[in-house]
């Protein structure tokens, strides 16, 4: 490519891979190579699409897809404030947890399938991604985009209540006041959450939790995400608040953002 001339739609995916594998703060390839594989706009709805920046709502000047590889927020539902995560951050969270092939992956908010679709090509081969959406229309949406990824399943439910498969890895994609004490015990021994621990409206924190002999050893990165469904808030209230007076370490700090699956 020439100083002049503009990159074509494949160089700007590569690089957008690139800039996430950094993001992830990892030596493991194969993140690059699944952001670089997954499309970001076939999840997205037909364009143009409605970008999110500290609240405003942009419209794209085209359906050029172009306009997705970038850091930001992708508006799925702005009636309920609901938006396709930021990039940087999922590539953080990722890189932190470290999904393998084999493993066995809970997402629980799934938007409409964008990071479901990396999960799932990260514990390929072997690994299964259940992912579940309380919303009936994210949730369909989500069945539909993940159409052709084979070791993916939607269950469209209340996390809070449903009873989970034992896990390797449970990977929340939306604010909540607490896990609820069935989503560690589903953990498995060496299992990892990662939960955005939103102690309020304007303030939360991306815990990293690893079962260790039965022991949960927390570790926190501060980020905002949206809130999860308001079902969730007294339930966490009610049975965590022993778990909410536990020891939790910060280790690190961002700037905050909105974001989902």
Not at 21 to 31: I, K
Not at 221 to 231: C, I, K, M, Q
């Given at each position: 490519?020439?100083?002049?001339?503009?990159?074509?739609?494949?160089?700007?995916?590569?690089?957008?891979?690139?800039?996430?594998?950094?993001?992830?703060?990892?030596?493991?390839?194969?993140?690059?190579?699944?952001?670089?594989?997954?499309?970001?706009?076939?999840?997205?709805?037909?364009?143009?699409?409605?970008?999110?920046?500290?609240?405003?709502?942009?419209?794209?000047?085209?359906s050029d897809p172009a306009f997705l590889y970038q850091n930001v927020l992708v508006s799925l539902d702005k009636s309920k404030g609901i938006n396709n995560g930021e990039p940087f951050l999922h590539a953080a969270f990722l890189g932190a947890?470290?999904?393998?092939?084999?493993?066995?992956?809970?997402?629980?908010?799934?938007?409409?399938?964008?990071?479901?679709?990396?999960?799932?090509?990260?514990?390929?081969?072997?690994?299964?991604?259940?992912?579940?959406?309380?919303?009936?229309?994210?949730?369909?949406?989500?069945?539909?985009?993940?159409?052709?990824?084979?070791?993916?399943?939607?269950?469209?439910?209340?996390?809070?209540?449903?009873?989970?498969?034992?896990?390797?890895?449970?990977?929340?994609?939306?604010?909540?006041?607490?896990?609820?004490?069935?989503?560690?015990?589903?953990?498995?021994?060496?299992?990892?959450?990662?939960?955005?621990?939103?102690?309020?409206?304007?303030?939360?924190?991306?815990?990293?939790?690893?079962?260790?002999?039965?022991?949960?050893?927390?570790?926190?990165?501060?980020?905002?995400?949206?809130?999860?469904?308001?079902?969730?808030?007294?339930?966490?209230?009610?049975?965590?608040?022993?778990?909410?007076?536990?020891?939790?370490?910060?280790?690190?700090?961002?700037?905050?953002?909105?974001?989902?699956?």
């Open positions: 490519m020439t100083a002049d001339s503009r990159a074509s739609l494949d160089e700007i995916r590569d690089f957008h891979a690139k800039m996430m594998a950094a993001a992830s703060n990892s030596s493991d390839e194969r993140l690059e190579q699944a952001f670089r594989l997954v499309r970001r706009e076939a999840f997205m709805g037909p364009g143009p699409w409605r970008i999110v920046v500290k609240g405003r709502h942009l419209e794209t000047p085209s947890v470290a999904p393998q092939p084999g493993e066995t992956v809970i997402q629980i908010g799934t938007g409409t399938g964008y990071y479901t679709a990396i999960l799932s090509t990260l514990v390929a081969p072997g690994g299964h991604v259940h992912a579940v959406e309380i919303d009936e229309a994210l949730a369909s949406r989500t069945r539909d985009n993940l159409a052709s990824f084979e070791n993916a399943s939607v269950i469209c439910a209340d996390a809070t209540e449903l009873e989970l498969p034992q896990a390797d890895l449970i990977y929340v994609s939306a604010g909540v006041v607490a896990p609820p004490i069935s989503w560690l015990q589903a953990l498995r021994l060496g299992g990892r959450i990662i939960v955005p621990w939103q102690a309020n409206d304007k303030v939360g924190l991306a815990v990293l939790i690893t079962r260790r002999a039965g022991v949960q050893r927390p570790r926190l990165d501060a980020r905002l995400f949206h809130p999860l469904h308001r079902s969730f808030r007294s339930h966490a209230n009610h049975e965590n608040a022993k778990w909410r007076r536990g020891s939790l370490h910060p280790v690190g700090l961002a700037h905050p953002g909105s974001s989902a699956g």
